[in-house]
């Protein structure tokens, strides 16, 4: 993934570091720092992390039932738990 100061500079766009975006609910979904590592991440329609990755090639996946509880955990490391309902 292209870093958000690298397409900003690439626009012409000030900005200072860290750079931090939310979403209307207020929950983080980008960050970046001064020696350009960055993270990201994705929410459910409740506002639990579905997703999470960083610039040093590492990410988890969640999912939930409808009461929130995680029913599925994976990362990049090959750790998985619980049963996935994706591609079911």
């Known amino acids: 993934m292209k870093k958000l100061s690298e397409t900003l500079t690439e626009l012409g766009i000030a900005f200072s570091f860290p750079i931090r975006i939310k979403d209307a609910n207020g929950n983080a979904t980008y960050y970046e720092d001064s020696t350009g590592y960055w993270t990201r991440w994705e929410y459910d329609a409740n506002g639990n992390v579905t997703y999470r990755e960083n610039s040093n090639d590492y990410w988890e996946r969640w999912e939930r039932d409808a009461d929130g509880n995680v029913t599925y955990f994976e990362n990049s490391d090959g750790y998985k738990?619980?049963?996935?309902?994706v591609n079911q």
Do not use: L
């Open 81 to 85: 738990s619980g049963t996935s309902m």
